[in-house]
């Protein structure tokens, strides 16, 4: 730390948090009798606690967010003269770094040419599920309206994103969900036998995991298909890169049968996967809809970006004479300026410092790692992901691949806290299928501190299963 915090009593800090703070995705029942942890400072990879302990983020802020690390001066500053000259107006009206955000992005996104600013991943997968709702009104007499999603993936937690959501574990006691929303298959190759594709491999089971997409349209009727929603690489459900032929097959049965196509990078995107900004750009993918939120501004500030085409744009201001021809939408923090203020200086800091080579670099040798591990420790089943974005499937057995408990992964999970190195795993996800740990260091990752990383996953993993 540097000594701002460390002589200071928290004690009054803990005590509020504990009488009246809810946190998010946490039973409270042990802070009956144990503190809640309380981040206080960071820098860098490193966060420290209300206790003074130091850990290594492996996860940038718990949920693949603070990409550039953090204590950014820049960033803090940019927000600062942002919000002293001009916080909010709604986006009814343009602000200054709002367009010049809005350019700078497009920029990264060929064939892409218009974002609408939300506050949050799944506010913004939202807006594009109403777009898409809007159009098969506008186009097709309102038929065409049903979201295909994918088994694993998530979307978000409202209402609406949970009805797109394959983990089934998430979504249990808040139903009934919206209709109009139905699951396609994950594409999986570790798991392939669940699909019934057992005796395919590589590009052949791409193709074949994609054209049960293609069944479940043909199954609904092609008429009544808007739109897929799919993650480029699946986060929170395991980790799950798409193989080989995979995204090809998929971009041409949307073109078959008129179907719009929306890319959710959320977490893959700005750079999470290396070598390029977003995820879906590694496959060639052409998409209507890109959504995304937690790099774009690494967490400095809260925005989230829906990005379309100017195809798209154009049909929401065919007629103006019909009052519910526009997208009648608002996204009240959508007008905030420190979002894409922030959000600016963290794609500055990206180019400038050279991260999505870095990323790519340090991903290659976190899988090297990790894959070295695999030798060594047998309850290592798969190890998969792009980039700094990569998961461990921990299993009993690699023949039988049965999923190791739950409990294993959260001893795993606490020994590396112990070790002052925090990381991830899938949990209350898919039932009997939360067996993975996951990873997403800040693009400044260094090689020690990769080292260091997967070192205590060693560890962990030696003191848990022996």
């Known amino acids: 730390m540097d000594g701002t915090l460390k002589d200071n009593d928290l004690s009054h800090v803990v005590n509020a948090d504990k009488a009246h703070v809810w946190h998010h995705l946490v039973q409270h029942k042990p802070f009956e009798t144990n503190d809640p942890r309380i981040i206080i400072e960071g820098k860098g ?149 669940e699909l019934g594709l057992g005796h395919l491999s590589g590009r052949d089971f791409g193709i074949a995991a994609a054209n049960q997409i293609e069944d479940v349209i043909l199954k609904e009727g092609p008429d009544t298909v808007g739109a897929l929603c799919l993650e480029p690489v699946t986060a929170g459900g395991g980790v799950i890169t798409p193989p080989e032929g995979y995204w090809e097959r998929v971009q041409e049965i949307c073109k078959q049968y008129d179907i719009l196509l929306h890319i959710d990078e959320v977490v893959c995107g700005i750079g999470r996967t290396g070598t390029h900004w977003f995820g879906y750009q590694h496959y060639g993918i052409k998409p209507d809809f890109v959504t995304m939120a937690k790099g774009v501004a690494s967490g400095y500030a809260a925005i989230a970006c829906m990005v379309t085409t100017e ?31 922030a959000a600016l200086e ?29 030798e060594k420790h047998e309850v290592i089943g798969d190890v998969r992901g792009k980039g700094l974005f990569l998961g461990c499937e921990l299993v009993k057995d690699r023949d039988t691949k049965e999923p190791v408990d739950e409990a294993d992964i959260t001893a795993i999970v606490g020994d590396c806290g112990a070790q002052g190195v925090i990381i991830g795993s899938a949990n209350r996800s898919v039932p009997g299928r939360n067996n993975v740990i996951a990873f997403s260091p800040a693009l400044i990752a260094t090689a020690d501190d990769i080292d260091a990383i997967t070192n205590a996953v060693d560890n962990a993993l030696t003191k848990v299963f022996g």
């Open 346 to 374: 963290n794609m500055a800091i990206i180019e400038e410092e050279g991260l999505l080579e870095n990323c790519t670099a340090m991903g290659e040798r976190m899988m090297g790692n990790l894959q070295a591990l695999m």
């Open 45 to 193: 990879m490193r966060v420290w606690d209300q206790n003074g302990k130091e850990y290594i983020d492996a996860v940038s802020g718990a949920v693949w967010t603070v990409n550039v690390g953090y204590g950014r001066e820049r960033i803090a500053n940019a927000v600062h003269a942002n919000l002293m000259k001009m916080c909010y107006f709604a986006n009814a009206a343009g602000n200054v770094p709002g367009a010049l955000y809005a350019e700078k992005l497009i920029d990264k996104m060929p064939g892409m040419s218009r974002v609408y600013f939300t506050n949050s991943g799944s506010e913004a997968n939202e807006k594009a599920f109403k777009m898409i709702r809007q159009i098969a009104h506008k186009k097709y007499g309102g038929k065409k309206h049903k979201i295909l999603y994918r088994d694993r993936d998530y979307h978000g937690s409202t209402l609406a994103a949970m009805s797109a959501g394959g983990q089934d574990e998430r979504n249990m006691q808040y139903g009934p969900f919206a209709p109009g929303f139905v699951r396609v298959p994950h594409c999986m190759e570790y798991r392939k036998d």
């Open 311 to 341: 195809e798209i744009f154009d049909l929401f201001k065919a007629d103006a004479s019909d009052k519910l021809d526009h997208f009648r939408d608002i996204s009240t923090f959508g007008g905030c300026t420190a979002g894409p203020a």
